[in-house]
């Protein structure tokens, strides 16, 4: 099992800037892609930014290229996802998810295992 802890979420103006962190425990061993996904009222979970454990690589959505970075910190089982430039539709529920298969990279049914989620509200 793997544990998953978000924190970090607030309220920012848009062009604001926030960092979420995700601290994970139990068998990280066993984890290949760690990631975020966010969820607005009324629409599906979609995919934010993954990475690869094994080499740190990055895959984002279109959506928050340029604006958002994902990064580990291996020593305290952490991932972190910097959102600057945000704008009222990244405006979300945000999650962190790890899994431990391949498996289509956007894909929510592939993730494993979630943390309880951390609200993220931008304002115009």
């Known amino acids: 099992q793997v544990q998953l802890v978000e924190s970090g979420g607030g309220s920012v103006q848009a062009g604001g800037s926030l960092r979420l962190s995700c601290v994970a425990s139990?068998?990280?061993?066993?984890?290949?892609?760690m990631g975020w996904f966010r969820q607005a009222p009324g629409k599906e979970r979609e995919g934010v930014a993954i990475?690869?454990?094994?080499?740190?690589?990055?895959v984002y959505a279109d959506s928050v290229k340029a604006r958002f970075t994902i990064s580990r910190d291996a020593a305290k089982d952490t991932v972190y996802l910097q959102m600057n430039s945000l704008k009222p539709e990244d405006a979300a529920m945000y999650y962190c998810a790890a899994r431990s298969r391949t498996g289509r990279e956007f894909d929510p049914e592939t993730y494993f295992y979630w943390g309880q989620g951390t609200q993220v509200t931008v304002s115009s």
């Open positions: 139990g068998y990280t061993y066993s984890v290949n892609v």
């Open positions: 990475l690869y454990t094994g080499d740190d690589f990055p």
